[in-house]
């Protein structure tokens, strides 16, 4: 990744990312979401721990590692993500990316009341700011006399995914401590995410039948190992050249790129309402990414954009 330049380290991350929220529309049809998550976390955790392996760096951690790499999975990787497939059964995935504008503001006061970090009013502000975003985005679908019940649903997993995922961050940022290097970290982390995933379907009796769709098993490629290897490699190298903050306007223009993808092949049509809380759900999440100065800025070391 080195060798790579910044901008094009930042398309990569972007357009990446953008389009993983529509390949798991293909995911969502042949395989109950709990399978899906299960298998794309099995391959993607075993590739990222393949890419440790050839880096050299150790992958034996005592069984206290383990646990809190399993609860960092667990909710990071495996239930957060089972409620974003469900999600996406029923609103348009460039919304659901778009609803998790909320995640930067739920991790920063979780991060504030569990470890003590500072957080500004600005950072607060735009993340209020983004929440009365999310909520005009997804008004329009509630109150439509059509797909009501279907946006009160997708609303509601999305939201659920939201709060799990910041969950599994806190987690994560609480491990940091513990020493494990970010790429086996990273690697078991994924797998016990896709085990809480597999536990979950077999727990709802969930039915395993492999899909033969071509489109399903191409998107489960794109899934595991561009939007969970490749574009966390670009983001971590432009993180490691430009810092946090500037690396984490990746955050902004995915949700634009994702919604985007949903006008073009999901058939997705915004109201004047929706175009109204996209533009300040991305007004709010770049004035949360904005590099912070003085002591803030070493409380907020180490954020990471929503992905998927």
Same mark, same amino acid.
């Given at each position: 990744?080195?060798?790579?330049?910044?901008?094009?380290?930042?398309?990569?991350?972007?357009?990446?990312?953008?389009?993983?929220?529509?390949?798991?529309?293909?995911?969502?049809?042949?395989?109950?979401?709990?399978?899906?998550?299960?298998?794309?976390?099995?391959?993607?955790?075993?590739?990222?721990?393949?890419?440790?392996?050839?880096?050299?760096?150790?992958?034996?951690?005592?069984?206290?590692?383990?646990?809190?790499?399993?609860?960092?999975?667990?909710?990071?990787?495996?239930?957060?993500?089972?409620?974003?497939?469900?999600?996406?059964?029923?609103?348009?995935?460039?919304?659901?990316?778009?609803?998790?504008?909320?995640?930067?503001?739920?991790?920063?006061?979780?991060?504030?009341?569990?470890?003590?970090?500072?957080?500004?009013?600005?950072?607060?502000?735009?993340?209020?700011?983004?929440?009365?975003?999310?909520?005009?985005?997804?008004?329009?679908?509630?109150?439509?006399?059509?797909?009501?019940?279907?946006?009160?649903? /997708?609303?509601?997993?999305?939201?659920?995914?939201?709060?799990?995922?910041?969950?599994?961050?806190?987690?994560?940022?609480?491990?940091?401590?513990?020493?494990?290097?970010?790429?086996?970290?990273?690697?078991?982390?994924?797998?016990?995410?896709?085990?809480?995933?597999?536990?979950?379907?077999?727990?709802?009796?969930?039915?395993?039948?492999?899909?033969?769709?071509?489109?399903?098993?191409?998107?489960?490629?794109?899934?595991?190992?561009? /939007?969970?290897?490749?574009?966390?490699?670009?983001?971590?190298?432009?993180?490691?050249?430009?810092?946090?903050?500037?690396?984490?306007?990746?955050?902004?223009?995915?949700?634009?790129?994702?919604?985007?993808?949903?006008?073009?092949?999901?058939?997705?049509?915004?109201?004047?309402?929706?175009?109204?809380?996209?533009?300040?759900?991305?007004?709010?999440?770049?004035?949360?990414?904005?590099?912070?100065?003085?002591?803030?800025?070493?409380?907020?070391?180490?954020?990471?954009?929503?992905?998927?």
């Amino acid at each position: 990744m080195h060798r790579f330049k910044n901008w094009q380290l930042f398309a990569g991350c972007v357009l990446i990312w953008g389009t993983t929220w529509h390949a798991i529309t293909y995911q969502i049809s042949d395989l109950a979401p709990e399978f899906g998550v299960a298998l794309r976390y099995t391959i993607a955790g075993g590739s990222v721990l393949a890419v440790a392996l050839w880096r050299g760096e150790r992958l034996r951690f005592p069984l206290a590692a383990h646990a809190a790499l399993a609860l960092q999975g667990t909710f990071l990787y495996g239930v957060s993500y089972v409620c974003v497939y469900h999600a996406e059964r029923f609103v348009a995935s460039g919304l659901v990316a778009v609803g998790y504008s909320a995640s930067p503001l739920l991790g920063g006061l979780g991060a504030a009341a569990l470890f003590g970090v500072a957080v500004g009013r600005r950072f607060i502000g735009g993340g209020l700011l983004g929440l009365v975003g999310v909520g005009l985005i997804f008004w329009p679908e509630i109150v439509r006399p059509a797909t009501g019940e279907r946006g009160t649903l /997708g609303l509601v997993f999305t939201v659920g995914a939201v709060l799990l995922s910041a969950i599994g961050s806190l987690s994560a940022s609480r491990n940091r401590k513990l020493g494990v290097p970010l790429f086996p970290a990273m690697g078991f982390g994924m797998l016990y995410g896709a085990a809480a995933a597999a536990i979950v379907a077999l727990l709802l009796g969930r039915d395993f039948a492999l899909p033969t769709a071509p489109s399903w098993w191409l998107s489960l490629a794109w899934l595991a190992l561009a /939007g969970s290897v490749i574009a966390f490699a670009c983001f971590l190298t432009l993180q490691d050249r430009l810092g946090p903050g500037p690396a984490g306007t990746v955050g902004v223009m995915t949700p634009l790129v994702a919604l985007g993808v949903s006008l073009l092949l999901e058939g997705y049509r915004p109201d004047l309402l929706t175009a109204l809380g996209v533009a300040f759900a991305v007004v709010g999440n770049a004035l949360m990414l904005r590099p912070a100065r003085g002591p803030a800025a070493a409380a907020l070391k180490g954020g990471a954009p929503a992905a998927e």
